[in-house]
């Protein structure tokens, strides 16, 4: 079992910065993918960013390429997202997740691939 809690979120103006975090439990961080997803309110949740187990290899929706970056320290437990350049249809509640499989499948990009989640925190980007 992993247990996940995610910080960092906020309120910013358009063209502005945050960095989550996501601090994981579990002897198994390092071994697992990890991914954030984001859900805005009345849509669906979808994927942003994932890392596999050693940070070697990451994938990002076409959205969000060349503004955002994953990262991951699993001496820390803990996987990143920096936004930079955040624009206000970047609002939403942003979820970390892990995928038991520490290489990407393919699928990385599918919540179903996902074993655990966090409670997500909350992005707003003023414009």
């Known amino acids: 079992q992993v247990h996940m809690g995610e910080s960092g979120g906020g309120l910013v103006q358009a063209g502005g910065s945050l960095r989550l975090s996501c601090a994981a439990s579990g002897r198994t961080f390092s071994t697992y993918t990890m991914g954030w997803f984001r859900q805005a309110p009345g849509k669906e949740r979808e994927f942003v960013a994932a890392?596999?187990?050693?940070?070697?290899?990451?994938y990002y929706v076409d959205s969000v390429k060349g503004r955002f970056t994953i990262s991951r320290d699993n001496a820390k437990d803990t996987v990143y997202l920096q936004m930079n350049s955040l624009k206000p249809e970047d609002t939403a509640v942003y979820y970390c997740?892990?995928?038991?499989?520490?290489?990407?499948?393919?699928?990385?990009?599918?919540?179903?691939?996902?074993?655990?989640w966090g409670q997500g925190t909350q992005v707003t980007v003023s414009s």
């Open positions: 997740a892990a995928n038991r499989r520490p290489y990407f499948s393919g699928r990385q990009y599918d919540p179903y691939e996902y074993d655990y």
């Open positions: 890392i596999n187990w050693s940070g070697a290899s990451t």
